[in-house]
């Protein structure tokens, strides 16, 4: 593997010198001459001579003209003082290619010709339309007005279409939004001569003029992926950042999975972890890649990836999102008050679209990271479909033995002893030998997309993934029982992962009418042998093996189907209506020596209804008033959810908002505390009774101010939520011992405990969108709180309560360099502790120390902070056709100690606390290639 790396690296940094050879650039030659002439013959001339490649408007560039005397001046001098001057922009492309502009967003009309040209030589490439020239000699009067005009917005490399894209008719209040699948309709347009913006987080924007002959036709607009090499020009208003929030709705956030490689990552590209940068969402739990949203669990966070629910959101105990990037078009983050559409979840949505496979081209890539190989590939199977497939799995190198040995700290060998056998991990003078681990995770996506007509879309999607980790070892056997014990070990093997599926129809019915309807089946199974092997002779020399321990086994099923609508009654009003139903079955099970089940539940529900929401604007005023309802077979009830949102355009910068709405969660994650073999985490379902249904009130109110640069908000919220649910297992009798008898005597007695709490907190970011310098700055002040009868009468802080979280994210980018730091900052997570001891003598049986322990969670860890930093190079070829890239990351660079939990043990009746710590200073390289 080493050898691999090697060659791997060392054929990347001849693609790295190669390129940099083939891109010589010849901007810097002197100018000394006198120049009087039209532009686009002056173009033509610096081409000629300098070996430089122009892209421009012909019928443009030869309205203007240059007349200047020019005195051992650089090319690249010359060419910014003819721009300044004539108030015209330039691009330079990252092999030499200068696009000469007389309007920004017209670099996406010059890259179609470019991209469409067959003169790809060096020299001048004029980019000419000539029947636009014609028709621009007489300008174009408009044969139709108030018309209504449907589209399409896609990718222009892969036809992929493009969710969430924002649509504007210039000059105008006229907007819409992209839906799912791309499509967008604008009513009582001015006239068949309007021009349209066009914009999407991290694809050019684009200008589209409309005339009388395109207008009657279904309009496809295809947007260019944003490039780095683009910082000479400045595009006012538009965001094409790695992550934007939409100033429209409240509390949401917009990801771009390309851009993902330029913040700083343990393994890989991250889309879960991203969103831990944004304010709201936590950032200081490294061992959970799932969202702690405002005061929330990740159980209370609902996600969804094409359709169908997903229950298992990490890899490697959290550390490592289940999700590649290179299968993900689109990632939206519901911080709070979200739509009536969406439902099952008291805190928040993370509503994740996979890519539909490249519709032109074949197209295949890997990723090689420190920790995993990703590969990939797209590819049309027809002129109307195409398949997409993705395989990630880790192997055992330095970074996934890194964080397995962090997460499995064993005991090493102990010698001497004699006394009694302890418990697991080698107490008592019994010798603890790990084996090398053999563990491992994956993930598969494959997707298949059949478009037969401008009016449906057909889609399969299949997602797999799956950890095996192996903490299995021998047991060395003390001198004092190896006549009798010939050998010993532990298996400690946890399976764990989610598998789904769905099967999506799309159909636009009408302009104004579109469907989205699936059946999707989703499968999270969790599985953990904890059990031990012994080979013991007797007095008689007979040898019998004996085997005890604990299989725990937790299985969720779900099959779902829904259909959303979508109505536009008109520019400025839409309707959203649908219906669901969904069928669950849990299983979970704990059971001794494989045979005497200690716990054997199961359960199954059946959950549907229906829900209607209306998206309206009054002028600067926009109202978002739903309602969902859902019955729930296990308790015979309905439970109804009013939602509304809005907001009001105070000036066209600044923006108030509001959103409010009650939620209901059917099924809940629960942790089964056991402190001998570690804690477990198992879903259940809502009975009414011992698990109440959760029921949660959102309250939110924010504004935002934003300029062509930047971007100003504030939010703040409070939440209420109730029939919380936590649960407890008590033990007694068996001795604990590890050589105890198949017979041993166990009692369990299972407790659900309930309760309600509350979080609230406000919200600050500033955030700077365009410019070769991009970033924010985040500030969280928050509270959650929870009250169970259990622990007292008065609430204490949940176990996810930060109080404050700071975050500075800064990237710089240079051509094909960018340069990433982050550093986050949050106060210490509550915890409950041992603050003392006290002894009992039991008469005739010995004396036995017990804990004192503190209030529930009223003790707090030390601060966590740290700093992590990203490098990362684009290959391109002299084409512009990005290739790859190779990144360079490095995890909490000045090694700060951030406490993960506390472990205790009582010497000489004190109590001796010990840290266990997140990672220290981690680097790691990733090199992606594509072609």
């Avoid at 908002?657 to 001998?676: H, P, S, W």
């Avoid at 009250?787 to 710089?812: C, L, W």
């Avoid at 939990?901 to 004190?910: A, D, H, K, L, T």
């Amino acid at each position: 593997m080493k050898s691999i790396l090697f060659l791997l690296l060392f054929f990347n940094l001849l693609l790295i010198r190669q390129a940099s050879a083939q891109n010589v650039q010849n901007d810097t030659a002197r100018v000394n001459k006198f120049i009087t002439a039209p532009l686009d013959q002056v173009l033509d001339e610096l081409s000629a001579t300098y070996q430089i490649k122009f892209v421009f408007d012909r019928s443009e560039m030869h309205l203007l003209s240059v007349s200047d005397h020019y005195f051992q001046e650089k090319v690249k001098d010359v060419i910014s003082q003819i721009c300044k001057f004539h108030g015209i922009y330039y691009a330079k492309q990252p092999d030499g290619t200068y696009f000469i502009l007389e309007k920004p967003e017209d670099i996406s009309r010059l890259r179609r010709g470019a991209a469409q040209s067959k003169s790809g030589e060096m020299g001048s490439m004029t980019i000419s339309y000539k029947e636009q020239q014609e028709k621009a000699a007489a300008p174009l009067k408009p044969t139709r007005k108030n018309f209504s005009l449907a589209g399409r917005v896609t990718d222009n490399a892969t036809g992929e279409s493009l969710p969430a894209a924002f649509i504007k008719i210039r000059g105008t209040t006229i907007t819409a939004v992209t839906n799912t699948d791309g499509y967008f309709n604008l009513q009582n347009v001015p006239s068949d001569t309007a021009t349209i913006l066009v914009s999407y987080a991290g694809f050019q924007p684009s200008v589209e003029r409309l005339n009388p002959e395109s207008a009657l036709q279904k309009l496809v607009i295809s947007l260019l992926p944003a490039d780095n090499a683009l910082n000479e020009v400045v595009i006012n208003g538009k965001k094409d950042g790695v992550m934007n929030t939409d100033t429209r709705r409240v509390s949401i956030i917009q990801l771009t999975p390309s851009k993902l490689s330029e913040l700083p990552n343990i393994g890989e590209r991250d889309i879960l972890r991203a969103f831990q940068l944004m304010p709201g969402v936590s950032g200081s739990n490294e061992s959970s890649s799932g969202a702690y949203v405002r005061g929330g669990t990740p159980d209370q966070n609902l996600v969804l990836f094409d359709g169908f629910t997903v229950y298992q959101v990490d890899h490697l105990y959290g550390f490592y999102s289940a999700f590649n990037v290179n299968a993900v078009k689109d990632v939206q983050l519901y911080k709070g008050g979200f739509s009536a559409k969406f439902g099952g979840r008291l805190s928040s949505v993370t509503d994740i679209s996979g890519k539909d496979g490249n519709k032109k081209t074949p197209s295949f890539g890997v990723d090689l990271s420190l920790l995993s190989v990703n590969i990939y590939g797209e590819t049309p199977v027809s002129d109307k479909s195409s398949v997409l497939f993705s395989l990630r799995r880790s192997y055992q190198g330095p970074l996934y033995n890194k964080i397995f040995n962090k997460l499995n700290n064993t005991t090493t060998t102990t010698t001497g002893g004699g006394g009694g056998m302890g418990g697991f991990g080698g107490r008592g003078g019994m010798a603890n030998n790990q084996t090398q681990v053999s563990s491992w995770f994956y993930d598969l996506n494959g997707k298949y997309t059949y478009t037969p007509d401008d009016k449906n879309i057909i889609s399969l999607s299949f997602y797999s993934g799956k950890d095996d980790l192996d903490n299995s070892r021998d047991l060395g056997i003390p001198s004092a029982i190896s006549s009798t014990v010939n050998s010993s070990s532990i298996t400690d093997l946890t399976t764990y992962g989610n598998v789904g599926s769905s099967a999506k129809w799309s159909r636009r019915w009408t302009n104004k009418l579109y469907s989205n309807s699936l059946v999707s089946y989703s499968n999270y199974f969790s599985n953990r042998d904890r059990s031990t092997s012994s080979s013991i002779t007797d007095t008689t020399g007979t040898t019998a093996t004996v085997n005890n321990g604990t299989f725990e086994n937790n299985n969720l099923k779900d099959y779902s189907a829904k259909s959303d609508w979508e109505w536009n009654i008109n520019n400025s009003g839409k309707l959203l209506f649908g219906g669901f139903a969904s069928a669950q079955d849990i299983k979970y099970t704990y059971a001794q020596n494989d045979t005497s089940f200690l716990i054997n539940q199961y359960n199954r529900a059946l959950s549907l209804g229906g829900y209607v929401e209306l998206e309206q604007n009054f002028g600067k005023l926009r109202v978002q008033p739903g309602m969902r309802l859902t019955h729930y077979d296990v308790t015979g009830k309905n439970y109804i959810e009013p939602r509304f949102s809005a907001s009001y355009a105070l000036t066209d910068k600044l923006m108030l908002k509001m959103a409010t709405g009650r939620f209901y969660q059917f099924t809940n994650r629960v942790i089964r505390e056991d402190i001998l073999s570690g804690s477990k985490d198992f879903w259940v379902l809502a009975n009414g009774s011992t698990i109440p249904v959760g029921s949660a009130f959102h309250y939110i109110l924010g504004t935002s101010y934003e300029t062509d640069k930047y971007l100003f908000s504030v939010e703040a919220y409070y939440k209420t939520l109730t029939g919380l649910t936590e649960y407890s297992l008590r033990q007694t009798g068996g001795g604990g011992g590890m050589m105890m008898g198949p017979d041993a005597t166990i009692t369990l007695e299972e407790n659900f405990y309930n309760g309600k709490g509350y979080a609230k907190g406000i919200e600050f970011m500033a955030q700077k969108k365009v410019g070769k310098y991009t970033g924010w700055i985040g500030y969280t002040l928050a509270e959650a709180f929870n009250k169970f009868e259990v622990y007292g009468t008065n609430y204490f802080p949940a176990s996810q309560d930060v109080r404050h979280e700071f975050k500075s994210i800064n990237m710089f980018h240079e051509g094909r360099w960018t340069l990433t730091a982050t550093w986050i900052y949050a106060s210490g997570r509550p915890y409950t502790a041992p603050v003392g001891s006290y002894t009992i003598d039991r008469a005739g049986a010995g004396t036995k120390t017990y804990f004192v322990i503190s209030g529930k969670n009223s003790e707090r860890l030390k601060a966590y902070h740290r700093l992590d930093a990203a490098i990362t190079y684009d290959l391109i070829k002299t084409n512009t056709k990005k290739i790859g890239t190779i990144g360079f990351s490095f995890f909490n660079i000045y090694n700060r100690s951030n406490t993960w939990y506390r472990e205790y043990s009582i010497q000489g009746n004190q109590v001796i606390s010990t840290d266990v710590n997140y990672l220290g200073f981690t680097p790691n390289l990733t090199l992606s290639l594509k072609w």
